[in-house]
């Protein structure tokens, strides 16, 4: 029988022979939030240590074509890196277990890059829900971050809300719909529900698609929008209170940085401010008393926990005006430029950026090969 690495050698294809780990950053994406993953992607390049590792820059296009890129780093948040034709080769992570980076110039023969770690720097839809991860976990390669079951989970807000519910965790009433709902339904919304309300799209991230109500005669126009962008939308009660950030990073030992607070002047946080802060203002730590920190810290494990979670996520709540917690939502790749709140939270926790993601790497490094059913 053919053995995978006979396989790649039958092809000829050149194998990368280094005493350095590679890593595979992959970045962009066919989402709404690609953008964003530009940038965050450039941080991470940037803050990687050359000196331990290689780093094999993957590029997802707006229309989903995989490219390595060997162009500067640089380019990458502007968006020009895949203007480059000579800087770029079509590429893929080989299903088959081992590890193997394809990539393809014109030629008959492909070359093999063998990798020992992806780093997904992928926001939203197919990157951030489990699907890359999924992919990961079938190439039997480790990598930064939740994995499969974890990340579909968290990118689903309802279904998320109802674990962490379970667990013991307050959540926001609300009502979700799979369908455009029907004039009886959009009346039960307003008989269940008390104005403000959020509509949101259940499985998007940045507040793409998100929109505040204060009145429910906007409340189709902004269903219809929402499902735009998922095919589930939720519509939530107004949270009154103070919004929080609270940062876990870890495996079985988790480490937990400063809670950030979000003050926002103009009603909630949209994806402009989030990428602007026109008129919000982080506080770092947030403005709360020992005692509500160390509730606030333990709800985030606890949440981490339930979701499944593993290496690094981003837990966003609210605290209400009695006290009450209540769980938001789980960015499992949140926003990871040195700006971001997850990096800032850590950074003011002692763990500056450079440290973070090789905090980062080491644990997507140490996870077991039987974490992914065999090697």
């Not at 971001?340 to 002692?350: E, I, V, Y």
Request: net charge negative; proline share 4%; with cysteine.
């Amino acid at each position: 029988m053919m053995t995978q690495n006979s396989w790649l050698s039958s092809l000829g294809g050149d194998v990368d022979k280094t005493d350095k780990k590679q890593i595979a950053v992959v970045f962009g994406g066919f989402s709404p939030e690609y953008e964003v993953s530009l940038k965050s992607a450039f941080s991470v390049i940037g803050a990687i240590n050359k000196e331990k590792y290689n780093i094999i820059m993957i590029g997802i296009t707006k229309s989903g074509q995989w490219f390595r890129y060997y162009g500067s780093a640089e380019d990458i948040p502007t968006d020009r890196w895949h203007t480059q034709a000579e800087q770029l080769r079509h590429a893929f992570l080989l299903p088959e277990r081992g590890g193997w980076i394809l990539e393809f110039d014109g030629s008959e023969v492909p070359k093999s890059t063998k990798i020992d770690l992806v780093f997904p720097v992928l926001h939203g839809r197919y990157g951030e829900d489990g699907t890359v991860q999924g992919l990961c976990e079938l190439a039997g390669v480790p990598f930064v971050g939740c994995g499969t079951a974890a990340s579909a989970l968290c990118m689903d807000k309802h279904r998320a809300h109802k674990v962490v519910e379970f667990a013991g965790v307050t959540v926001p009433k609300a009502v979700c719909f799979e369908n455009a709902p029907t004039n009886d339904e959009l009346e039960m919304v307003k008989q269940e529900l008390k104005l403000p309300v959020f509509v949101k799209p259940v499985k998007a991230g940045s507040s793409i698609g998100v929109a505040k109500l204060e009145r429910f005669g906007e409340l189709k126009a902004a269903i219809d929008e929402a499902f735009l962008y998922d095919d589930a939308v939720i519509i939530e009660e107004n949270i009154f209170g103070m919004e929080i950030g609270c940062s876990v990073v870890g495996n079985e030992e988790l480490i937990v940085g400063k809670i950030n607070e979000i003050e926002v002047d103009n009603g909630f946080f949209t994806y402009d401010e989030k990428y602007t802060l026109k008129n919000s203002r982080f506080y770092i730590p947030a403005r709360i008393d020992e005692k509500t920190e160390k509730r606030v810290v333990d709800a985030a494990k606890i949440i981490f926990r339930v979701l499944g979670c593993r290496g690094y996520a981003r837990m966003d709540m609210f605290i209400r005006e009695n006290g009450e917690i209540v769980f938001n939502e789980a960015n499992t790749i949140p926003g990871f430029t040195v700006h971001s709140q997850l990096p800032r939270m850590m950074a003011a926790a002692g763990y500056p950026y450079p440290e973070l993601v090789e905090m980062l790497i080491k644990l997507g490094l140490k996870t077991p090969r039987g974490k992914w059913y065999g090697s």
